[in-house]
């Protein structure tokens, strides 16, 4: 290999095509880790070091573009919404924040029990309930994806799935902030 350009696609393709993945949703997490340390060991800067400086700065970019693409794929959240811009269904969770009214009674719900929670056993029911709808609404997004092929519609289930990650973090806060007595 004499040039990180000529062993890898190029540099703009899809984190998909740089992986050798097919583009769905559902992915293995193995396959994702063993491809990002080939693509590494084949992009590292230290194998350019006798092309000189700029096959380095080559070989650098290499692995930041990379780190990015591992970072976006083993996230499920991350790879959902990659792919609803990759099918046209852009996210836009700063533009788009309509949900709809069951998942807003939900989330207000929730949000009561965890103020209100009185001990961490009432603070794990609720993190057990949240990973629950986190759990669906994955497979929500894998079945409209992979299968009906409805990125629009799984777009609104990345936008859910932005709310449940972030009450998750609330709620995992909390439970490490209380004393387990």
């Avoid at 009906?148 to 972030?166: G, K, N, T, W, Y």
């Amino acid at each position: 290999m004499s040039a990180p350009s000529q062993a890898l696609p190029e540099l703009a393709a899809d984190d998909f095509t740089l992986f050798e993945l097919p583009r769905r949703f559902a992915q293995s997490a193995a396959d994702i880790d063993t491809r990002w340390k080939d693509l590494l060991r084949q992009a590292h800067p230290d194998r350019f070091a006798a092309q000189g400086a700029a096959a380095q700065r080559v070989a650098m970019q290499w692995s930041v573009r990379i780190n990015e693409a591992h970072q976006r794929l083993k996230d499920p959240l991350k790879r959902a919404a990659y792919l609803c811009e990759l099918l046209g269904a852009p996210i836009q969770a700063e533009n788009n924040t309509a949900m709809p009214a069951a998942f807003l009674m939900q989330q207000m719900g929730w949000r009561e029990a965890l103020d209100e929670a009185p001990v961490l056993a009432a603070l794990e029911q609720l993190h057990d309930e949240v990973m629950q709808a986190r759990r669906e609404a994955l497979q929500a997004c894998e079945s409209l994806l992979d299968v009906q092929q409805d990125a629009p519609a799984a777009a609104q289930h990345v936008r859910s799935l932005m709310f449940i990650e972030r009450f998750l973090r609330d709620v995992e806060t909390r439970m490490d902030s209380m004393d387990p007595r």
